[in-house]
């Protein structure tokens, strides 16, 4: 069977400011890494395009969602701001409450692609 289409959500803040699956990924990884630039390598991205979206996110948002870390042996590194964990954390659920409304239109969907067409 075919697989259940999916909903990616982008949330547009402003004319000039989105945030999006890529940039939550981005942070995501800055929490599991906990530095820019292994958090960018990870989604193939130079440290200078990964700190250009930190930048972006936090013009956006109006807060610092990334605050470095003091350096142990190899250096510092970085970690999510408590605003950087709120606003991954509340974009995640508004994903999954979309997902959740949307489900059955998905579902609709799915079997509207999957069935022959008449010719």
């Not at 000039?16 to 599991?32: H, T, V």
């Not at 395009?49 to 870390?69: K, M, S, T, Y």
């Not at 701001?81 to 606003?87: A, D, Q």
């Amino acid at each position: 069977a075919r697989p259940l289409p999916s909903l990616s959500v982008r949330i547009d803040l402003d004319a000039e400011g989105r945030i999006g699956p890529g940039k939550i990924q981005l942070l995501e990884n800055i929490r599991e890494y906990g530095s820019i630039s292994a958090a960018g390598r990870a989604m193939d991205m130079s440290y200078k395009r990964a700190w250009d979206l930190v930048d972006e996110i936090n013009r956006i948002c109006g807060h610092a969602v990334v605050e470095p870390q003091a350096g142990g042996k190899n250096g510092g590194g970085a970690m999510l701001t408590p605003f950087g964990e709120k606003l991954v954390a509340r974009y995640r659920k508004i994903e999954r409450d979309a997902a959740r409304a949307v489900h059955k239109e998905l579902e609709a969907l799915r079997s509207d692609i999957a069935r022959p067409r008449k010719s």
